[in-house]
């Protein structure tokens, strides 16, 4: 492909050199498996874990005489991903013969796309911050292939063995423009395309199965000049991975370069151990391959209809959730990009909408602190529920606090029975020891107080103990927080906060 630079150099991702700055350009091949029970070209199961060599059919294994037949399946589910990339979909494409030898590839060439792909040009857009930006990185293609087997090195003291269970499994190779020029932005662009992989339901984005995995192409030069000569860096299977290993090629590529060396076109892999990446072989160029249309497959052909019912019944995409959930129930830019990052993520807080709009709530009415039900929901959510399930290595869908409880608490602080303090509180009992947060709430006396005149006592005492902090407080008004800690303290916590700030302003004047 013709390369063409789309970006303006931007001074805050240039790498200091002994020559002076100098400029990454780095372009993405993401390999996701398609989510198929059957591979790409026979009727083998896809099923993770299996026992070596279990699902391979005379298909996958290459014996004579057999003829691939094309999974429809993967066919819209690369369909699927194109329109959820905004890309082009080519009604007619090709398969073709890209020969190389492996002992994991049975046939000696692997089935895939070269000229004609079945999803052509696309975009996704990246939120890198209030420094950088929005950033859009151009996507050149999306092309279906068949992946291969695996070489096992570690078993046997003198022998390899190959497991063909992955032989013949969809793959949709998602290819980058070079438009990215950070780790950073690599990161953020493998972590968008996973997700929005995973709201399609085409790939479940399991890189530690293997199910996606990233090859990364580096080159350096001087901010804005001709593009460098680019290594390939290949298989690598996280994100953090990811932007280690850029951060290291990029440097090794600079510093060769001052030292009056010459970037060679190769393929290199990364060592996570050493975090350093090291030769694996030259670089091959198309023409290496001997890329020739399969004779046993014909043009892959469908009608725009196809396309059109795919497009309508695509899922709500994370950019679209996310506009939605800032507008639509006030949750913070920021808050909103966190829950949409992962699909059972938004799914949950909004059950959690779900069950306390039941409760009579409405998910945007205000709260005494100007934020929206909605978002003080979604704070419970990041703050205290994502640390628990981290801390207890469990996914979200396991959680030991359903939608319900979770809005029972929040409902318990709308209506003043709880603080935020106590909502805390009553959050870790619900994960400990289950049960109805309202019925906890009330059998254990945790109830807020609100009786002004019960405040009222506690202030007097405080403020008649404390001469010399309501002298400083007269000259500096802010103080007015050490009287309200006093009075929470003094009440366990109990306190309803805007009672205690009304009767504290009042009773020292301020």
């Known amino acids: 492909m013709t390369l063409v630079d789309t970006r303006t150099p931007n001074p805050d991702y240039f790498i200091a050199g002994a020559t002076g700055d100098w400029e990454m350009v780095v372009g993405l091949e993401i ?49 699927r991903t194109g329109l959820g990339l905004k890309a082009k979909i080519n009604n007619r494409s090709l398969f073709d013969r890209k020969n190389y030898f492996y002992p994991d590839l049975p046939q000696g060439y692997q089935i895939s796309q070269f000229k004609d792909p079945i999803v052509g040009e696309g975009e996704v857009h990246l939120d890198m911050g209030d420094k950088i930006g929005d950033v859009t990185i151009g996507i050149e293609r999306l092309h279906l292939e068949q992946d291969a087997g695996k070489s096992i090195h570690d078993q046997h003291p003198s022998m390899s063995f190959v497991d063909l269970n992955r032989s013949g499994v969809a793959l949709m190779e998602i290819v980058s423009k070079p438009d990215i020029r950070s780790s950073a932005e690599a990161r953020a662009y493998i972590t968008k395309i996973r997700t ?19 090859d990364l192409n580096i080159s350096v030069r001087k901010p804005g000049g001709e593009f460098g000569t680019r290594c390939e860096i290949k298989n690598v299977n996280s994100v953090r991975f990811a932007g280690q290993a850029i951060e290291y090629e990029a440097r090794r590529q600079i510093d060769l370069l001052e030292d009056g060396g010459k970037v060679e076109q190769q393929t290199r892999l990364f060592d996570p151990k050493t975090g350093e990446t090291r030769s694996m072989r030259s670089k091959e160029e198309a023409h290496d391959y001997r890329y020739f249309p399969d004779p046993d497959l014909l043009p892959l052909v469908f009608e725009q209809s196809l396309v059109d019912e795919l497009a309508a019944d695509l899922p709500e995409l994370p950019d679209e959730k996310q506009a939605r959930l800032v507008s639509a129930y006030g949750v913070s830019s920021y808050n909103a990009k966190v829950l949409t990052a992962d699909p059972a993520n938004s799914d949950y807080f909004e059950s959690v909408i779900k069950e306390i709009k039941q409760m009579g709530f409405d998910g945007k009415e205000m709260q005494s602190m100007g934020h929206t039900v909605a978002h003080g929901i979604s704070n419970m959510i990041i703050n205290e529920l994502f640390g628990k399930l981290k801390d207890s290595d469990l996914p979200i869908e396991e959680s030991r606090i359903s939608a319900a409880q979770l809005a029972s608490i929040a409902a318990l602080m709308r209506k003043g029975d709880i603080s935020s303090k106590i909502a805390k509180d009553l959050f870790e009992i619900v994960w400990s020891e289950g049960g109805d947060p309202a019925e906890i709430v009330e059998n254990r006396g945790m109830k807020q107080v609100s009786d002004t005149g019960a405040i009222e006592k506690i202030v007097d005492e405080i403020i008649a103990a404390n001469p010399d902090q309501v002298a400083k407080v007269k000259d500096k008004p802010s103080l007015v927080g050490w009287f309200v800690g006093q009075v929470m303290k003094a009440s366990h916590g109990k306190a309803n906060p805007q009672a205690v700030n009304e009767i504290l302003r009042s009773k020292l004047g301020l």
């Open 196 to 214: 929005i992989l995973r709201y399609l339901g085409t790939c479940d984005g399991n890189m530690e199965q293997g199910s996606l995995r990233a």
């Open 31 to 79: 390999h996701a498996q398609v989510t198929s029970e059957s591979k790409l070209f026979s009727a083998s199961s896809t099923q993770f874990g299996e026992p070596p060599n279990a699902n391979v059919s005379f298909v996958d294994a290459a014996m004579p005489g057999m003829l691939p037949v094309i999974n429809e399946e993967c066919v819209r589910q690369a369909i």
